[in-house]
Nanobody, 125 residues
Framework: EVQLVESGGGAVWPGGSLRLSCATS????????FSWVRQAPGKGLEWVGG???????LVEDSMRGRFTISRDNAKSAVYLQMNSLKPEDTAIYYC???????????????????RGQGTQVTVSS
């Protein structure tokens, strides 16, 4: 059974940092790409970035420089390091994958072949 489980969310002050983790199982992890996406209350799904099987990471332009995506093949885990957090970063963050070395940007979470349950990030003073 394929599973993606996000963790590491929480409440932080503006300017703070969080590191989200996505633990996976049931994948051929080393040959799969993964994406991080987020959904804020009342808003659509937003692609944050992704990481290919070879470790090459992409981050959406508006978040580049603050967010970093990485992976650890030995742990079958994907990470999202978020620095200089802003209130507008408040959202539920999801890890998702197509189960192959492809990164896709879709409109709804359900369009991803595999996705986790999400972890809440709240940035507020």
């Amino acid at each position: 059974e394929v599973q993606l489980v996000e963790s590491g969310g929480g409440a932080v002050w503006p300017g703070g940092s969080l590191r989200l983790s996505c633990a996976t199982s049931g994948f051929t992890f080393s040959t799969s790409a993964f994406s991080w996406v987020r959904q804020a209350p009342g808003k659509g799904l937003e692609w944050v970035g992704g990481v290919y099987a070879d470790g090459k990471a992409l981050v959406e332009d508006s978040m580049r420089g603050r967010f970093t995506i990485s992976r650890d093949n030995a742990k079958s885990a994907v990470y999202l390091q978020m620095n200089s957090l802003k209130p507008e970063d408040t959202a539920i963050y999801y890890c998702a994958s197509e189960g192959e070395n492809t990164i896709v940007v879709v409109a709804t979470l359900e369009e991803y072949r595999y996705r986790g349950q999400g972890t809440q990030v709240t940035v507020s003073s």
